[in-house]
């Protein structure tokens, strides 16, 4: 029997824009992070909102929706114990408690597809709230 419509093996689409946009805060530094979120008519996953280089933590923190789930990289800077710069790569997959059943399912079942689109990062964080991606979260990680 074949299946109809969006079945979970095959996830959501990801749009050229959010794989090129990816790239530009890869390679370019052209950003600090990019959220992405699913377009359900579209059935891809899109760029929601970009931040510039000068955006700190705390702004990409507050621009993720209180009850909604989110996907995003974050261009994580820091000075190794050993005094080197350093810049790690988080992709973090929002999923506040709060947020509706059906979102939490879509974006569980679209994650590992569209991370694979996202070549080069380092280090995932899975969130149901803000503490557990909090800063420190990442210090952690990231050392």
Known sequence: MAFRGGNASSGMGVDEHSKSTFLELQRKKV???VIFKIDE????????KTGGPAESYSDFVA?????DCRYAVYDFDFVTSENCQKSKIFFIAWS?????IRAKMLYATSKDRFRREL?????EIQATDRSEMDLDVLRERAN
């Open 63 to 67: 621009s993720m929706p209180e009850n």
């Open 41 to 48: 008519k579209k059935k891809e996953v899109v760029v929601e």
């Open 31 to 33: 950003y600090r992070y």
């Open 119 to 123: 070549e080069g990062i380092h280090y």
């Open 96 to 100: 506040p408690s709060v947020s509706r």
